[in-house]
């Protein structure tokens, strides 16, 4: 047997390895290897889950963002962005469509936008919650205080999407402005979790500066944290940033770490990502087969979401909300899959 599969059978094993052995699961890849953990991996996802996909109705409410990360398309610096804001009539109709596709997951997220208070949050999350008591509600609103997150979580917020980018300081550095701090970004995610919420965490594949090294830092960090939702998906460059020359990530390492995170954390809701399927037509579909169990379908209205670039190319930018399930049923459906009408929570989780 050659030492990368001793190490990706040690990894169906143990669930982790040393810092050095992920790197070396990463670095040496082969096709034996990756077959052997995308089949594990995907034999892992239907043993907890069946073939049942679980949706979340993204609604984009902000792409004002007081952030100015090197890698987003909405960040600050970015003059060419026409700025919006959804108002919550807005919000409610985006939810109404959801629902009557049978959504039952709605997922705020936004650039970090200083416009809503937390007022005025609390207030988003209650009306949404008041009028769907059925759904669960995920913010995805970027680093806040403890206080704000509590308040969001006694206005009804279930779980909170806060990838934390990379969990090497250098790499950190190489990616963000000074005012803003891995060391914080951290923080966010244990308190988000000491508060009860159900927490996401999660890095791009192939941003710049991303070694193996700094990988295996990630899936070191994320065992520590253990997150119920880990959202992963591959770099992909936008012209009006600072890292406009830069490669994007790939398809096949994107997979190749879905389908080690699935290993790792079996119960976890993985995403397939939007951006995995703008980086390859069929890549959601390929995640699925990886050992993802979630798609995001988006909500936004029409035009919203040619405003919400936070990369080029995104895929959906034209879809009717709609019909987007009976087209991602019809696409799950050749695979073998199904998306199903529930809040998929994540199992064993209990609100108290
Ligand atoms: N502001 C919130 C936050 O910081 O968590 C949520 C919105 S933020 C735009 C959502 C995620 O988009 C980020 O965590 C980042 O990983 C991802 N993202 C941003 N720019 C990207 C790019 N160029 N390629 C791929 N993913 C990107």
């Known amino acids: 047997m050659t030492e990368v599969m001793r190490l990706a059978r040690k990894l169906v094993e143990d669930g982790l390895l040393e810092h050095n052995e992920y790197v070396e699961l990463l670095a040496d890849r082969d096709d034996e290897v990756r077959e052997y953990l ?76 200083p416009y809503f208070t937390d007022d005025m949050m609390c207030e988003i999350i209650s009306s949404i919650k008041s009028h769907y008591p059925d759904c669960a509600l995920t913010l995805s609103i970027g680093e806040k205080g403890r206080e704000s997150y509590e308040r969001y979580f006694a206005a009804g917020a279930d779980r909170y999407l806060l990838r934390h980018e990379t969990a090497d300081i250098d790499h950190y550095r190489r990616l963000h402005p000074e005012s803003l701090s891995l060391e914080n970004r951290m923080r966010c995610l244990e308190v988000l979790k000491d508060i009860g919420f159900q927490i996401g965490a999660g890095f791009m594949v192939g941003s710049p500066g991303q070694t ?27 012209k009006d940033t600072p890292f406009r020359n830069e490669a ?67 895929v959906g930018v034209k879809d009717k909300a709609a019909e987007g399930r009976q087209l991602l049923d019809e696409r799950l459906a050749e695979i073998g899959y199904r998306t199903v009408t529930t809040r998929g929570d994540y199992k064993g989780w209990d609100r108290t």
């Open 38 to 113: 995308r089949s594990t991996a995907q034999g892992i996802a239907v043993s907890n889950y069946g073939h049942d996909i679980f949706l979340r109705g993204l609604i984009e409410y902000s792409n004002t963002c007081k952030n100015d990360c090197y890698y987003c398309g909405i960040r600050r610096s970015n003059d060419n962005v026409e700025r919006y804001r959804l108002s919550l009539e807005e919000i409610l109709s985006c939810c109404e469509i959801g629902y009557q596709i049978g959504l039952r997951t709605f997922v705020l997220q936004g650039g970090e936008d």
């Open 212 to 238: 193996y090294d700094t990988m295996a830092s990630d899936f070191e960090y994320l065992k520590k944290l253990n997150p119920h939702m880990i959202g992963i998906g591959p770099f992909i460059h936008h």
């Open 248 to 314: 994007d990530g790939t398809l096949e390492l994107t997979l190749y770490c879905l389908s080690m995170l699935r290993i790792m954390f079996p119960k976890a809701l993985l995403p397939a990502t939007t951006a995995l399927g703008t980086i390859d037509k069929t890549g959601r579909e390929k995640g699925v087969l990886a050992g993802a169990n979630v798609i995001m379908p988006s909500l936004s209205p029409d035009n919203a979401r040619s405003k919400y670039l936070l990369y080029e190319g995104k």
